[in-house]
């Protein structure tokens, strides 16, 4: 007796909590402000830049600093099981350009603008606009001192919220000064926490001495009347420091770019110094930054290279998005031009000389593929041309293939009138087809 074996149940496996999958036509959105971005990288003179999304754990922990969140709760770390390597996937990309200058002595021959895209990852509580992997647009100027630089930086940012069409996204400014200002600060600053001992949380007491500027980023509210009476960096700036915030407020002011100095704002990596700046919405609630920088001179040196000057900044691509969708201003997916519609299989390597005709000339178009049981009707791949947002029906039927044409018919304008086309002649009319024609 035969018995029927019931098949074995596999579990359905998902994506990492966190870690999200970009389909279409969503992913149309992603390529469009990565276009814009590249454009306006061309424009500024910064060149693509391409790290590991692995590198040396010693590395993060070096540059952004030992007491910071993203280093004590956030990396994804791990042994290498063939040598055992420390690593780490990438939290942020700064450290890992800066790793790349060196070892390559890019510098070598001059200064460089650089821009990176890819994504980071972080072991947070996922939400709106914050996610275990996330993706950011960055650029660094490496091997520049004078805050002009600092101020170009920001007016790239700036210039790309106005082609996005962002509004309501004000520019914080702030100077973190040098090491021997900070210190001076940050003696006062434990002087002032520990008089106020009691208001402290547990987190606090234990960052206390090992680096009090991060207590000023503490969300905690029975702290916040003590956070706001703290001693502020900008008092313990020296002239040169001053100027140089000077000179980068003087572009700004220039150029009619808006700010805000806010003496409270520090940065989450302890590798800055001087000019700090963020760019930040109200519409996005907790998570309203979505590209923050500045100045780290000292980081080459931190991580084993020459003393090199340098600043960039970071944008949260998820979050810019978000704002875009927010404000009703996201980019649509590119219409597609054409969809090609084929009545017999048999037409099929005549109409895809035609199509690739028209893909070379920059046509887009989509060709109806039938399968193993033949092409559907016309009247079913006409509905699937029309749900597929094409502009055009190219119909390839006997009539057409027998005198070496195709019907051109206008899916979205009634007014344009159906007419035929030579197939040898494709590569000329299919350029009229062009959403950009």
């Known amino acids: 007796?035969?018995?029927?074996?019931?098949?074995?149940?596999?579990?359905?496996?998902?994506a990492v909590k966190g870690m999200n999958d970009i389909l279409p036509p969503d992913s149309a959105r992603?390529?469009?402000l990565e276009e814009r971005v590249r454009h306006l990288m061309r424009r500024y003179a910064f060149e693509n830049v391409r790290t590991p999304i692995v590198e040396p754990t010693a590395l993060f922990v070096r540059g952004l600093g030992e007491v910071t969140d993203i280093v004590e709760k956030e990396m994804y770390s791990f042994d290498d099981r063939l040598n055992g390597e420390a690593l780490t996937l990438r939290p942020e990309n700064t450290a890992g350009v800066v790793r790349a200058a060196i070892e390559h002595t890019l510098l070598y021959n001059g200064a460089k603008r650089?821009?990176?895209?890819?994504?980071?990852?972080?072991?947070?509580r996922p939400q709106r606009g914050r996610y275990r992997q996330f993706h950011q647009i960055g650029a660094e100027a490496l091997g520049f001192s004078g805050g002009e630089v600092d101020a170009e930086l920001i007016l790239m940012a700036h210039a790309l919220w106005q082609e996005l069409g962002l509004?309501?996204?004000?520019?914080?400014?702030?100077?973190?000064?040098q090491p021997e200002e900070r210190k001076l600060h940050r003696a006062a600053l434990i002087a002032h926490f520990e008089a106020h001992h009691e208001v402290l949380d547990e987190e606090a007491k234990r960052r206390l001495h090992l680096n009090p500027l991060r207590l000023l980023d503490s969300k905690n509210p029975a702290m916040q009347p003590v956070i706001e009476a703290a001693p502020r960096l900008m008092d313990f700036l020296g002239e040169a420091s001053k100027?140089?915030?000077?000179?980068?407020?003087?572009v700004l002011d220039a150029n009619g770019v808006a700010y805000t100095i806010n003496p409270r704002l520090v940065r989450g990596m302890d590798y800055?110094?001087?000019?700090?700046?963020?760019?930040?919405?109200?519409?996005?609630?907790?998570?309203?930054?979505?590209?923050?920088?500045?100045?780290?001179?000292?980081?080459?040196?931190?991580?084993?290279?020459?003393?090199?000057?340098?600043?960039?900044?970071?944008?949260?691509?998820?979050?810019?998005?978000?704002?875009?969708?927010?404000?009703?201003?996201?980019?649509?997916?590119p219409a597609l031009d054409a969809y090609a519609i084929i009545s017999d299989a048999a037409f099929l390597p005549v109409a895809m000389v035609c199509l690739?005709?028209?893909?070379?000339?920059?046509?887009?178009?989509?060709?109806?593929?039938?399968?193993?049981?033949?092409m559907a009707s016309m009247k079913s791949q006409f509905k699937r041309a029309d749900a597929s947002g094409a502009r055009y029906a190219l119909v390839f039927g006997p009539d057409e293939m027998a005198l070496g044409q195709v019907t051109l018919?206008?899916?979205?304008?009634?007014?344009?009138?159906?007419?035929?086309?030579?197939?040898?002649?494709?590569?000329?009319w299919g350029k009229s087809l062009q959403s950009n024609a």
């Open 1 to 14: 007796m035969n018995e029927k074996i019931a098949p074995r149940k596999v579990e359905k496996l998902l």
């Open 30 to 32: 992603w390529e469009a």
């Open 114 to 124: 650089l821009y990176y895209m890819g994504p980071m990852f972080r072991h947070e």
């Open 167 to 177: 509004a309501e996204v004000e520019l914080q400014l702030n100077s973190l000064g």
């Open 243 to 250: 100027r140089h915030l000077q000179s980068v407020t003087d």
């Open 272 to 333: 800055y110094n001087l000019t700090v700046f963020e760019f930040v919405t109200t519409k996005l609630g907790s998570q309203g930054t979505i590209c923050a920088g500045g100045r780290y001179d000292y980081l080459f040196e931190q991580v084993g290279g020459k003393p090199t000057p340098a600043v960039g900044w970071a944008i949260g691509m998820e979050r810019v998005l978000e704002l875009l969708k927010e404000q009703g201003t996201s980019d649509a997916a």
């Open 356 to 374: 690739q005709a028209l893909r070379k000339a920059g046509t887009s178009v989509m060709m109806h593929a039938g399968g193993p049981e033949g």
């Open 409 to 428: 018919k206008a899916l979205r304008d009634a007014s344009i009138a159906q007419q035929t086309l030579a197939l040898p002649q494709a590569a000329q």
